[in-house]
C-alpha cells in the first residue's frame, strides 16, 4: 500500500493539523507526477477516456487540486509553510493561462469541460488574491483574465454550470477587472428558478435530485456568499437562510457511522457528499435545528468512512469507482483526474485554528426513525442502531447519463448494501436486478423502470405506475418495515411477460440460513438479506450477478423471484429483507395479504395493517 495511503487510514482527522495532513497524502502523489512529468498545470494519471479529450482530462485533475491548495495556502503565513503546493499551484495556473506557453490551457468551446475547473480556479483566486494575484505582473493578469474571460462567450449548460461562471465573474468584481455585470445577474437569477423549498434545489432537471443539490446547489451560494463584494445583497440573505434550513432534512442522508447514502451520479467523487457541511462551516451558517458540533460529525465521519475504504490506485491516486476502483458504474466524464473533486471538503482550512468549527467537540445527529422529504421525493429510513439507512424512492429520472435507471429508479438504495448496476444487457447475471422489478417477454434483455407515468411519496409507502409498453402496465406499492419491506404489484398486460424481483445484494463470502420454496436469507459480514413470497412464483433462487456490479461490493449475491405471466391481471405480493449489522437473526414475516385495499401483515408478534388509496383506482 501507498505510504500516503496508510498515513489516511491511520489519521483521526480531529485537528486542523490533521485535516492538513490528509490533504497532503491527497495531494503529493499527483504533484509528484506533475514534477516528473515536467508539465506544469497537467498531469497525466492513467488512460482510461471521458467525452472530452486527453489535455482536458489532464488539466482538470490539476485544477481539481485547487479546490484543496487554495484553502490550505488562504494566508501568507500557509502558503510559505506549503511553498511546495503554493509554488507548483502557481506555476501551473500561470503556464496554463499563457498562451505561448507549450502547457497553454487554449481555446475553449461551447459548453467545455474547463469551464468547470474555472469554479476552483476562481475560488483559489479569491481565497489567495492578497499573495498571488496582487503579486502578478500586468502581462500576468492580463493573461488568466483573458483566459477565464472565454465562459462569458460560450454557451454552458442551464445547471449547476452556472455557478463556475458565477464565481469568476465574482473574482473579476473583487479583483476590479472588465467582466459582464448583466450576465452575473442573469446567472443569479437563473439559479433563482431551480429552488424549490427548505434549502432544496434541483439541478436543472426536476426529475434528478441527487448530490448535486449539496456538493453544488447548496455548496456554490455559501461560498459565494463569503466571497462576494456584495454582502448586504439579498441574494445573499437567501443563500445562507437555505444553507441554514438544508442540514436538517440533508443529515438523514447519512448513518451514525458517517456513510453516506449511494444514490445518483457522481458517486466517483466519494467523500464530497459532506462538502455541504464544509461549505456550510465556511460560511459560519447560523442551522436550523442543527449545530455546528454535528456539521462537524457528518463531515469529519463521512471522511475517515472513505479513508478506510481501498479507494486508491497502487500509485497513491485516487481511481475512479466508489469502494472500490471500477469504471462499469463510471459515467461518460469520469476521467482518471475526476475524483479529485472531492477536495472541495477541505474548504474548511481556509478556516483559521481559532475558528469555533475547529474548537467545537464534534456530536452525533440524532437520526429521524422515518422522514418524509418530497423534494428528493424519498422516505427515508434508519434503523434503531443508526447504522443502515434505506431511501424508498420513486419519480426520480436521469436520460442523459450511464445507468440512470439503476442509479435513480430502483425500490430502496441502502448504505450497507448499496445497489448495482448492469454489466451488459443479455443475462440476467449482466443486469445485477438488486432492488428493482425487471421485465422482458424472453429469458434474455430485461428492462427495468425508466420513467413514472404517475408516483406518491407517502408517509408510510412509495406508488409507482410504469408501463414498459403500451400494453402492459405495471403498479407497485413500497412499503417500508425495517429490516423489511413489502412489495405489491398490480401487473395488466397484454402480452406474455417474465418478471425477476430482485431483493438485496450483499458481499458473497457469507452463509445461506434458509433456502426453501417461499424464502432465502443470506447472512454477510455486513448484515443479512432475503426475499420471501406470498403469492405463486416459478422460481426462488439466490443469484450470483456478474463481477463489478455492485457499487460497494466486488462479488455479490443477490435473492431473486421469477415470474413468468400470461395476458391478463396479475397480483404480486413478496417481502425483501436486508437488515445491516451482525444480528444472528432477523424479525420473521410471518403472513401478509391482501384485503381489498388494505395490506394487512404480522411480523413477528405485532400486526400491522395499512390502506394503500390507490387500490380503489385499480381494483
Given at each position: ?218 455548496y456554490y451560494p455559501l461560498l459565494f456568499s463569503v466571497l462576494t463584494p456584495n454582502q448586504s445583497s439579498p441574494t445573499v440573505s437567501n443563500y445562507r437562510k437555505r444553507g441554514a434550513i438544508f442540514a436538517k432534512h440533508f ?246 411477460v417474465n418478471l425477476l424481483a430482485g431483493s438485496f445484494s450483499a458481499p458473497d463470502y457469507g452463509e445461506s440460513l434458509i433456502e426453501s420454496i417461499d424464502e432465502i436469507r443470506y447472512r454477510s459480514k455486513v448484515g443479512t ?64 395479504r391482501l384485503e381489498g385495499s388494505q395490506l394487512v401483515w404480522q411480523m413477528g408478534q405485532q400486526d400491522y395493517r395499512l390502506s394503500l388509496s390507490q387500490l380503489a383506482t385499480i381494483n
Amino acid at each position: 500500500m501507498d505510504p500516503f495511503n496508510q498515513a489516511l487510514k491511520k489519521n483521526s482527522l480531529h485537528s486542523r493539523r490533521d485535516m492538513e495532513q490528509a490533504l497532503l497524502a491527497l495531494i503529493a502523489p499527483v504533484y509528484q507526477v506533475m514534477k516528473e512529468q515536467k508539465t506544469p498545470g497537467r498531469f497525466h494519471l492513467s488512460d482510461s477516456g471521458a467525452v472530452y479529450d486527453r489535455s482536458r482530462q489532464d488539466i482538470e485533475g490539476f485544477l481539481r487540486t485547487l479546490w484543496g491548495v487554495g484553502p490550505l495556502c488562504a494566508t501568507k503565513e500557509k502558503a510559505a509553510e506549503f511553498n511546495e503546493y503554493f509554488a507548483a499551484a502557481n506555476e501551473g495556473i500561470l503556464a496554463g493561462c499563457n498562451p505561448n506557453s507549450p502547457y497553454y490551457w487554449g481555446q475553449l468551446e461551447d459548453y467545455d469541460q474547463l469551464f468547470v475547473e474555472m469554479g476552483a480556479l476562481a475560488t483559489y483566486l479569491l481565497l489567495t488574491k492578497d499573495h498571488f494575484w496582487d503579486t502578478l505582473s500586468v502581462l500576468e493578469k492580463e493573461q488568466l483574465h483573458s483566459w477565464m474571460m472565454q465562459i462569458n462567450t460560450h454557451k454552458i449548460p442551464n445547471t449547476n454550470w452556472l455557478f463556475f461562471r458565477i464565481l469568476v465573474n465574482t473574482f473579476c468584481q473583487q479583483a476590479g477587472l472588465l467582466f459582464p455585470h448583466e450576465q452575473l445577474q442573469a446567472d443569479l437569477a437563473a439559479i433563482e428558478t431551480y429552488y424549490l423549498a427548505e434549502g432544496w434545489y434541483f439541478d436543472g432537471y426536476e426529475n434528478q435530485i441527487d448530490y448535486y443539490i449539496p456538493f453544488a446547489l447548496q455548496y456554490y451560494p455559501l461560498l459565494f456568499s463569503v466571497l462576494t463584494p456584495n454582502q448586504s445583497s439579498p441574494t445573499v440573505s437567501n443563500y445562507r437562510k437555505r444553507g441554514a434550513i438544508f442540514a436538517k432534512h440533508f443529515k438523514n442522508w447519512f448513518t451514525n457511522q458517517g456513510a453516506a447514502l449511494p444514490f445518483g451520479r457522481s458517486q466517483t467523487y466519494r467523500f464530497a457528499q459532506s462538502a455541504y457541511f464544509a461549505a456550510a462551516a465556511f460560511a459560519h451558517i447560523e442551522f436550523t435545528d442543527f449545530s455546528l458540533a454535528e456539521a462537524k460529525y457528518l463531515l469529519l465521519a463521512n471522511m475517515r468512512h472513505w479513508f478506510a475504504q481501498p479507494i486508491f490506485t497502487e500509485e497513491g491516486f485516487l481511481s475512479i469507482g466508489y469502494h472500490y476502483p471500477n469504471l462499469v458504474m463510471a459515467e461518460g466524464y469520469n476521467a482518471p483526474g475526476s475524483p479529485y473533486w472531492a477536495l472541495k471538503n477541505f474548504i474548511v482550512l481556509a478556516l483559521p485554528e481559532a475558528d469555533p468549527f475547529w474548537q467545537v467537540e464534534a456530536i452525533q445527529p440524532t437520526f429521524d426513525a422515518k422522514t418524509r422529504n418530497p423534494y428528493s421525493r424519498m422516505l427515508l429510513i434508519h434503523s434503531e442502531t443508526g447504522n443502515e439507512l434505506q431511501a424508498f424512492t420513486c419519480g426520480q429520472h436521469s436520460h442523459e447519463h450511464a445507468h440512470g435507471e439503476s442509479k435513480y429508479e430502483k425500490f430502496v438504495y441502502s448504505a450497507t448494501f448499496g445497489f448495482s448496476v448492469a454489466k451488459g444487457s443479455v443475462l440476467p447475471k449482466q443486469g445485477a436486478f438488486d432492488n428493482t422489478l425487471a421485465i422482458s417477454e424472453t429469458t434474455t434483455h430485461y428492462r427495468t423502470v425508466f420513467g413514472y407515468e404517475d408516483y406518491q411519496i407517502c408517509d408510510e409507502y412509495t406508488y409507482g405506475r410504469w408501463q414498459p409498453w403500451e400494453d402492459c402496465q405495471i403498479d407497485s406499492f413500497i412499503i417500508p418495515c425495517y429490516p423489511w419491506h413489502l412489495r405489491l404489484h398490480i401487473v395488466e398486460t397484454k402480452r406474455r411477460v417474465n418478471l425477476l424481483a430482485g431483493s438485496f445484494s450483499a458481499p458473497d463470502y457469507g452463509e445461506s440460513l434458509i433456502e426453501s420454496i417461499d424464502e432465502i436469507r443470506y447472512r454477510s459480514k455486513v448484515g443479512t438479506i432475503g426475499i420471501k413470497i406470498f403469492t405463486p412464483t416459478d422460481k426462488l433462487e439466490l443469484t450470483r450477478p456478474e463481477p463489478n456490479t455492485n457499487l460497494l461490493f466486488e462479488k455479490t449475491v443477490l435473492p431473486q423471484a421469477a415470474y413468468k405471466l400470461a395476458p391478463g391481471r396479475h397480483v404480486i405480493l413478496l417481502a425483501c429483507l436486508g437488515q445491516g449489522g451482525n444480528a444472528a437473526n432477523s424479525p420473521q414475516l410471518l403472513n401478509a395479504r391482501l384485503e381489498g385495499s388494505q395490506l394487512v401483515w404480522q411480523m413477528g408478534q405485532q400486526d400491522y395493517r395499512l390502506s394503500l388509496s390507490q387500490l380503489a383506482t385499480i381494483n
